[in-house]
């Protein structure tokens, strides 16, 4: 069978909170996902990017049930798996809907222009130029897109003056990451995951604000994982939907 039919399997995550069905083969949820979700505040309207099966959507739907969310992904097989997630987690309301668009298009959804006051993101970790791409369509759109500053100039179109923009990143890019957001945006917020203590940081949650003017601060981030390899306390906790990532 070819490996670009999109074959499923159902599990459950934070704590069987949420059911989700995703791809056996492809890009599958990570705690990253989790972890970045957790970072996001209270919202009116938000917008994700790359929404792929859906649990980013999911998470936040059930956390603000009063808030409008929009996600929005190329991929129409995604596009109807992250559908089918939204209604077997009991999520049908209008408030919370999925879009079959590229955020690379030039009319990229122009009716939200300036109307959004959180963006969320997972955006590609690597660069195609650096990395043995995949062959499955469906991991390669997860991680190996090009030029981040696409998807920064995307959300900062859709933002209200003052809105954020939150996103997970690898840790090593922190100084490409910073020269992409240093002339649109400020009041940057860096939190390192850490794999254990000790250990340096692979991946940081980012949060940015549209126009603002201060400047960067790095916060003590997380450690993810004990040195038997279990989590630690603290991520068990946001794992387990107990607690949040706090980067105000």
Same mark, same amino acid.
């Given at each position: ?9 159902? $599990?459950?995550?934070?704590d069987?909170?949420? +059911? ?19 970072? #996001? ?11 792929? @099966?859906?649990?980013i959507? /999911? ?6 049930? !009063?808030?409008?969310? &929009? ?8 596009v ?9 987690? !009991? /999520?049908? $309301?209008?408030?919370?809907?999925v &879009? ?7 009319? =990229? ?6 109307? %959004? ?17 995949? @062959? ?9 897109? &090009?030029?981040? $500053? ?15 923009? $939150?996103?997970? =990143? ?6 490409? #990451? /910073?020269?992409? %957001? ?5 009041d ?10 000790? #250990?340096k940081?692979? %991946? ?6 549209k126009? +603002?003017?201060?400047g960067?601060?790095? %916060? ?22 107990? @607690?949040? /990532?706090?980067?105000?």
């Amino acid at each position: 069978m070819s490996e670009n039919i999109l074959e499923i399997s159902k $599990n459950k995550i934070l704590d069987g909170n949420i +059911a989700l069905f995703q791809p056996k083969k492809g890009f599958r949820v990570s705690i990253d996902s989790i972890l970045l979700s957790s970072s #996001v505040k209270k919202y009116s309207n938000c917008m994700e990017f790359g929404t792929g @099966s859906g649990v980013i959507l /999911i998470y936040l739907s059930k956390k603000f049930p !009063n808030s409008k969310i &929009i996600g929005v992904e190329k991929n129409l097989e995604l596009v109807k798996l992250a559908e089918k997630n939204l209604s077997t987690n !009991n /999520i049908n $309301n209008r408030r919370t809907k999925v &879009i079959c668009k590229d955020l690379l298009d030039k009319s =990229f959804l122009k009716e939200y222009n300036n109307k %959004l006051d959180r963006i969320i993101m997972n955006p590609p970790y690597f660069f195609s130029n650096k990395v043995i791409k995949s @062959s499955n369509m469906f991991k390669a759109s997860a991680r190996y897109e &090009i030029d981040i $500053n696409q998807w920064f100039e995307a959300a900062y179109k859709k933002l209200k003056p003052k809105g954020y923009m $939150n996103f997970v =990143f690898r840790s090593e890019n922190l100084d490409l #990451v /910073i020269s992409k %957001l240093y002339t649109a945006w400020g009041d940057i917020k860096i939190f390192p995951l850490w794999p254990k203590i000790n #250990v340096k940081s692979k %991946l940081m949650i980012m949060q940015a604000r549209k126009n +603002a003017k201060s400047g960067a601060q790095i %916060l003590p981030g997380l450690i993810l994982h004990n040195n038997d390899g279990s989590y630690t306390e603290a991520c068990n906790s946001i794992l387990n939907n107990k @607690s949040d /990532i706090q980067l105000d």
